[in-house]
């Protein structure tokens, strides 16, 4: 239907920010955690 479940969102977030790889774009804003 073209819409993202809360659950993607969630993973897709999550991915993002807390991915363990350090060439994660995320990781270059935030750091890994």
Same mark, same amino acid.
């Given at each position: *239907?073209?819409f993202?479940s809360?659950? *993607?969102?969630? $993973?897709?977030? *999550?991915? &993002?920010? !807390?991915s $363990? *790889?350090?060439q994660?774009p995320?990781?270059g804003? &935030?750091g890994? !955690?």
């Amino acid at each position: *239907d073209g819409f993202l479940s809360r659950e *993607d969102v969630t $993973q897709a977030m *999550d991915d &993002f920010f !807390y991915s $363990q *790889d350090p060439q994660s774009p995320g990781n270059g804003m &935030f750091g890994p !955690y």
